[in-house]
């Protein structure tokens, strides 16, 4: 179609980086190919952070891999930016010079 679209991702390994670079290659596949990507941008980004999570936890099975990530990614559709994380990444906007919050971080004492 004629929409404009970019994708950004940054994944932080723990315990190793098998979660992280798994996380890079297929997150981005799984956005494109969801059934919403188009209609609902957003929620092909939730979906699909969850589908490479468990496609990475069976292989981590499989492998016996112990390895994690925490992830953010942005995927910007026309004027609009749609953000999703996983874990304690962050991501910061600054417009005109002023960080802009667009998230309120994961941390172990928060609900």
């Known amino acids: 179609d004629d929409v404009d679209r970019a994708y950004f991702a940054v994944f932080d390994g723990h315990g190793g980086v098998d979660a992280a670079d798994?996380?890079?290659?297929?997150?981005?596949?799984?956005?494109?190919?969801?059934?919403?990507?188009?209609?609902?941008?957003?929620e092909a980004l939730k979906c699909s952070f969850q589908k490479t999570d468990e496609m990475f936890l069976s292989k981590a099975k499989r492998e016996k891999l112990r390895s994690g990530t925490t992830g953010?990614?942005?995927?910007?559709v026309g004027?609009?930016?749609h953000i999703a994380w996983l874990g304690d990444s962050q991501v910061m906007l600054v417009q005109q010079g002023k960080a802009v919050t667009l998230m309120?971080?994961?941390?172990?004492?928060r609900e």
């Open 104 to 109: 309120e971080p994961h941390k172990p004492e």
């Open 79 to 81: 004027s609009k930016l």
């Open 72 to 76: 953010v990614s942005a995927l910007i």
């Open 22 to 42: 798994y996380s890079a290659t297929h997150l981005h596949v799984n956005v494109g190919l969801h059934k919403e990507f188009v209609k609902n941008p957003a």
